[in-house]
Each structure stands twice: as C-alpha cells, then as structure tokens.
C-alpha cells in the first residue's frame, strides 16, 4: 500500500469520529455545578505579568491543509506557566496522558499524531521546576478541549476557571458518552465539578469584543470571551514588562493567522462548535491586533513556541523566585 493510502485511512476515519462528535452538540443540561471565581489574594503594589511558555507535546498533523490557518504539519501543544500580582496561575493544563485517552478519542489520532513524552508532561515540568502542585492557585482553561485541560486530575485541589458559556456546554455534553473534543463524559466532568469556578464577565468592551474580565482590577489580566471554538473559549491578554501578551487558545491557530485574518480550513472549521461564530471572533482578533502591532500574540498551537519548550525550566524557576 503506498504511504498516502496509508495517511488516507486514519484521516477518513478520523473525519468519521468528529463527525459523531459533531452530533453531541447541543442537548441543554445544567449538570455541572457553577461557583463563581474568586481571585485570590494579590500583592497591591502595581505590576506586571511573567510568563514561561511550556510545549507539553507536538502533534503532526497529516493533512495540514484541511486545518488551515496558516498551521504546519509539526506544531506544539502549548501551556503557560503566569505570575501577576503575586499569583502564579497556569493557562490551560496539558493534554489528556494516552493511558487515559478513551478509546472513542483515537480515531482523531489520525489526523493528529501526538509526539509525547513523560518528562514533557506539564506536572512533570513543573516539578522539575520546582513548582509543586499546591503552588498554583488557579487553572484558567482557555477552553477544555483534550489537548487544553488534560492534566487537571494530576493537579488535584487546583481550582479550574473557565466562562460561564463553557461551564453551561458542559453540562450538556451527551449521557454517557465520551465527548470527542474533551475526551471525558458528562460523568467525569462531575467529578471535576467541584472545583470548577465560573468567571463574571463585565461589560467593559476590550476593542471590539463587548465584554471582559479584569481580574485583578488593574489591568494586569484581563480574561476576553472570544467564542466559537467551544462556546465559552476565551482568551488572555496580559500587561508584562515588554508591553501585551495575547494568549488565544485556539480561538485562532496562531498570531500570524491574527494578524493576517487567515480563516480555519475544512477540518480547522469541522473542529469548531460554531465555525461561524468563531469566524466573527477571529475578524474581531484581528481588528484588536491590528491597533496593536506590538503585541505578543500566542496561539494554544502556536509554532512561535516552540522555541521557548527548551526553556521552561529556567524561565519558571526564575518567575517563582527564592
């Protein structure tokens, strides 16, 4: 058999397995319990954001022109290690470890092909760096995808942030089954229910998207609603040193598919909730970036990263400080 009949099979049968997740879409529920978030207690003294970047994983993806964006065939799967204020958060949490990916979710390895290792495992890096799980005062998921939310059972008591919208799909995702985007049932979501926390968006326009969350109260960082993606995808903008962090999650694939508005391709669109609200969402990313040339803009795969997946250590070990 030649090698492209070879990566036909899993494509096709990967494009099978979204397309039954494409039917779990929907169906109201309220099943997963809403705290709201509280920010923790923050230093008062004016500052701003550090971030270390960590790669968890790289993925191949076999027919880079069905996801479009500007995506290559090698890309990373990207966490963030922030501190602001004091506070050392993490942005999204790692992708779900192979032992626990249920078997409804392998077909999408045939489009995706991760490349993971133990010791690039983003608990394993953290504790490389020093950093203890209980050191870490919150999860804020850009959404809860696999590949984004994977490892929050291997960070137990850490509180998960995520929007109300997210919070809402959730509790709707189909009885029983595996979702093949987040790769848990309703029923493991429960189970992470209690320490999931809701956010309250304000309506404090950032640019062209309505709403905000500042959770500090001073710009440091603020949480923007960028949906489509999921229902409740966000994305964060941070004040550093250096001027603006934008971390997009995968509202966008990455900044250059901001800057130059670059639409998803076929599967990039299949793998979205709504693929024309995430559409709108990425026009208005790109009228944001374009008043801000020198943002810094990080997609949730973006290959930018990829430099810095050598760097974490040092990078966290030096942001927790003594």
Known sequence: MSSSR??????????CG??????????ASDRIARHPFTPPPARTDAGHARICPLV???????????????????????????????????????LLPEERAPALAQPTMGVFTFDRHPRSALVSQLAEAGIRPEDVSFILLTHTHGDHAGELEDLPDVPVVVSPEEAAWLGGLGEGRVDLFTW??????EALAPRLRVLRWAEEPVGPLPRSADLFGDGTVLVLPTPGHTPGSLSVLLRTQAGRTLLLGDAALGGRAVRENLPKGPLGRLLDQDPDEATVTLGQLHVLS???PDWVVWGGHDLDVLPHRHRFVSCARALRGP
């Open 18 to 27: 979204v397309l039954l997740a494409v039917g779990q879409r929907g169906c």
């Open 184 to 189: 848990r049932t309703v029923a493991g979501w």
């Open 6 to 15: 070879r990566h036909l099979w899993p494509t096709l049968f990967s494009l």
């Open 290 to 292: 374009q008043g801000a």
């Open 56 to 94: 968890v994983a790289t993925e191949e993806v076999h027919a880079p022109g069905l996801v479009g964006g500007g995506s290559g065939s090698v890309s990373p799967v990207n966490a963030f290690l922030v501190e602001a204020r004091g506070v050392l958060f993490l942005v999204d949490a790692g």
